[in-house]
């Protein structure tokens, strides 16, 4: 596709559009009903950050699609895909070996007497990342680097990215993606701005965004009550986010919001999982009291309100509006 912006970009869109249908059929592995699917997959697919970096030539929606397929292969109990999927994922960045703390974890509760058929997977995993490294160096660079000099490599090149005073402007801490920050003169605030014409703003959404914490809430609930879903988003949220906050502190490496991209799927999932028994529960005292009352169609008014919200600021911050909207929110204004 040649040295152009459609050539850098092309692979980036096809992979994100893979990543959105891989997600579907593991909501559908977890077997969720169709309607939580749906609710799950629509929250996903049109999440801000997500479709951003499903069009820009950066490597973490590769890292995202191959994750999710070497985790819809784990679900599958196809051990040796999963172990090439993983393998791919952490070659395009190391943040994708993350997601095999929540699937080891998750076999160790459900799964551990298919500990043969695991193994092979996780040995699979660390000779395909190091048979894939040197092959792809090779294909590269037209020669052989030795594999332990390179994994050393990217390895300390990464650690030596820390925060600075002042900080790099687009970095930020890893709790503060939990909460929306508008309005910050310093841009410590939780946003990226890829360009300015047109204007890419990296940012997860906020309907997704000031729901985190009670999603993660209602997840504990639900592992408690023995929903293994719910402990496999538990366990994603601290496979791939929650580790950020001890690393950064123990090493003030730098961190961005970006990262949070490998958690947004698992979060999507606790979503549909929520708003789906809310559903419920609305059907249920709707059925009960055999009318719509106040309270019920308040209810039903509040989801489709935050849906459309959602889908509202998918359509405002991405190239559908034009830029010039964007230039007159904050902080990127004036």
């Known amino acids: 596709f040649t040295d152009k912006a459609v050539g850098w970009r092309f692979f980036a869109i096809i992979f994100g559009t893979i990543g959105i249908i891989v997600f579907y059929f593991i909501c559908r592995k977890l077997k969720f009903p169709r309607k939580m699917t749906m609710l799950a997959t629509f929250l996903f697919a049109f999440e801000d950050m997500t479709f951003l970096h499903s069009g820009l030539a950066l490597l973490d929606v590769y890292m995202v699609t191959f994750m999710l397929a070497a985790l819809l292969a784990y679900l599958d109990k196809k051990y040796l895909w999963m172990g090439i999927l993983?393998?791919?994922?952490a070659l395009c960045k190391l943040d994708g070996v993350l997601i095999m703390i929540a699937i080891f974890i998750h076999w160790m509760i459900y799964r551990k007497e298919q500990w043969k058929?695991?193994?092979i997977g996780l040995v699979t995993a660390a000779i395909s990342f190091v048979v894939l490294l040197v092959f792809f160096d090779m294909f590269i660079k037209s020669g052989i680097e030795n594999p332990i000099t390179r994994i050393n490599s990217l390895l300390t090149s990464t650690a030596a990215n820390q925060f600075t005073v002042p900080k790099l402007s687009i970095s930020s801490r890893p709790w503060t993606w939990l909460y929306p920050q508008f309005v910050n003169p310093d841009y410590n605030s939780p946003f990226i701005v890829y360009s300015f014409d047109p204007q890419?703003?990296?940012f997860i959404s906020t309907t997704i965004q000031i729901l985190i914490i009670p999603t993660?809430?209602?997840m504990i609930y639900k592992a408690i009550k023995k929903s293994e879903a719910a402990t496999l988003v538990l366990l994603w949220f601290l496979a791939t986010y929650l580790v950020w906050i001890p690393i950064n502190l123990a090493t003030n490496r730098v961190t961005f919001v970006f990262y949070f991209l490998a958690t947004t799927p698992a979060i999507c999932i606790g979503l549909g999982m929520a708003i789906s028994d809310w559903l419920d529960h609305l059907k249920k005292r709707r059925?009960?009291?055999r009318r719509l009352s106040t309270g019920v169609a308040l209810g039903y008014g509040?989801?489709?309100l935050w849906l459309l919200i959602h889908l509202a600021i998918f359509?405002?911050?991405?190239?559908?509006?034009?830029?010039?909207?964007?230039?007159w929110l904050p902080p990127f204004s004036g």
């Open 216 to 218: 993660i809430g209602y």
């Open 287 to 289: 059925t009960e009291l």
């Open 302 to 304: 509040a989801i489709g």
């Open 86 to 89: 993983v393998a791919l994922s």
């Open 117 to 119: 058929e695991f193994t």
């Open 200 to 202: 890419y703003i990296s």
């Open 315 to 327: 359509i405002v911050f991405n190239p559908a509006i034009p830029t010039i909207i964007k230039t």
